[in-house]
């Protein structure tokens, strides 16, 4: 299996635990500083046009790879790896690994500067340290995005793609699951009152509409009906069932199943829906997201949750069907027709790749949920480039909750495919979890598993006017 038997770089300092959670290229701006490291080698900085950072950690004995790291969402601050265990180990093997912080400038939503700015990372580190024989691009999270972009337009510039818990099925499909979820929300649990939920004008005003949501479920988790109207915006949300430090509900125990998506509610993931849902606005100059049209019955038939919901509902003697038609009826958000477009220039991955690519999933992912995994996977084969992709998946609760063991393992796998032409079975589930054991690091839970359709009902904006 390739990765479990490749020969290892002396290591020089202990393992460190896991940590917790074509476009043009921009010209580097002052000449990178440097400095030694007895472990890494050395570690070089830069900045670019935009006034975009990068950094880069080039071990003594390089392997001849060169990673290039495209982070997740959050301070647009240089990275080049996705944790510190993972860069220790990949710089043991002899791995270099480079990263930008974006352009600094705009929203913590970067995709309006990212991949530019990977491919002038790509360039500004090359010229210090020289060719190398392979490139590949690694993303995690909103990374995910950015490197399934590079993963489509990089051929030439990069051999091959590792994607992590990544947003693959891009800021539109993601604003209109969540605004399906919060405007459940809100109209159900909030009846009557006026509830911001789009086009927000500050962080400030997103993080209120947060507190309400959540004080909302919160509070309505103390009576059945209140559980069942949470379990179906959950299902909305594509939430996941399982939850941190508890055992998996069992499949037909839907009061277990909804008492742990309401520990994810109380664990803040409004929070992370409506700060992301700013961010994206601010990238993409207004709300890509709409419901006007949407069949909010026919959009819960789709969910893997339909049992679920239903359950809750007829245990607390509550109409669906009431529910669901007052949904449909009060849908009227609409999207801006600009920022739509913008948002499917940026913020989408498209559906092509030019090189190959292997994802990497969590199977109860709360933000970003594994069923993206689903939609982007269905993208690539109708354009024909399914042979490109391989996606992998690891039992666990969480975002991007990943081993060391994991990700290096998948860094492996995908470099057999660039290796030989052939992924032959480098990425199933049982080569990976041998590859990662064999390591001996930090465990692994490789599973073989196909996660649900990504429930989100729509594909185009009806009437994409301001509303």
């Known amino acids: 299996m390739p990765g479990s038997t490749r020969p290892r770089t002396p290591r020089t300092r202990p393992r460190l635990a896991l940590a917790a959670l074509a476009c043009a290229a921009l010209t580097a701006l002052p000449a990178p500083a440097a400095r030694a490291d007895a472990a890494a080698g050395r570690q070089l900085t830069g900045t670019l046009a935009d006034g975009a950072t990068w950094i ?54 970067a995709l309006n500067s990212a991949e530019r700015d990977q491919f002038a990372t790509l360039d500004a580190v090359t010229a210090q340290i020289g060719t190398p024989r392979r490139a590949l691009a690694v993303g995690q999270s909103m990374g995910g995005l950015v490197n399934a972009q590079i993963a489509r337009d990089g051929a030439g510039r990069v051999d091959g793609a590792l994607g992590l818990c990544g947003l693959v099925a891009g800021g539109t499909d993601l604003d209109n699951y969540q605004l399906d979820a919060e405007y459940a929300l809100a109209r159900l649990l909030l009846p009557g009152q006026d509830v911001r939920l789009v086009r927000f004008g500050s962080a400030d005003d997103a993080a209120a509409t947060a507190r309400r949501l959540t004080a909302a479920v919160t509070a309505a988790q103390s009576t059945p009906g209140g559980r069942a109207r949470i379990a179906l915006a959950a299902a909305f949300l594509n939430l996941p069932a399982w939850a941190p430090g508890k055992e998996r509900p069992a499949p037909a125990d839907w009061a277990g199943q909804e008492e742990q998506q309401y520990a994810w509610f109380a664990q803040g993931v409004l929070a992370f829906v409506e700060g992301g849902r700013y961010a994206v606005e601010q990238s993409v100059g207004g709300d890509n997201s709409w419901n006007r049209g949407v069949d909010y019955a026919r959009l819960l038939s789709a969910s893997v949750h339909a049992p679920q919901v239903r359950a809750l509902y007829r245990a607390a003697g509550l109409d669906l069907g009431a529910d669901l038609a007052a949904l449909t009826r009060g849908a009227s958000v609409t999207a801006d027709p600009a920022a739509v477009r913008a948002a499917e220039r940026t913020s989408s991955a498209g559906q092509g790749l030019a090189v190959p690519l292997l994802d990497v999933h969590t199977t109860a992912d709360n933000l970003v949920p594994v069923e993206q995994e689903r939609r982007f996977g269905d993208r690539v084969r109708t354009a024909g480039d399914g042979a490109l992709l391989r996606q992998a998946y690891v039992e666990r609760q969480g975002h991007c909750a990943f081993t060391a063991a994991e990700t290096v393992a998948a860094l492996h796998a995908l470099e057999h495919r660039v290796t030989t032409g052939h992924w032959d079975d480098a990425a199933t ?32 904006p009806v009437h994409p006017a301001h509303h």
């Open 56 to 109: 880069a950690d080039v071990p003594g004995h390089w392997n001849g790879t060169l990673l290039l790291f495209s982070h997740g969402f959050g301070p647009t601050v240089a990275r080049d790896a996705p944790s510190d265990a993972v860069r220790t180990e990949l710089l043991a093997e002899g791995y270099a690994m480079a990263g930008s912080s974006y352009d600094p400038h705009g929203s913590m939503w």
């Open 429 to 460: 589930p049982g080569a990976l979890q041998r590859s990662a054991t064999a390591l001996g690091l930090d465990g692994a839970a490789y599973v073989p598993y196909r996660p649900a359709r990504l429930t989100v009902g729509r594909d185009r």
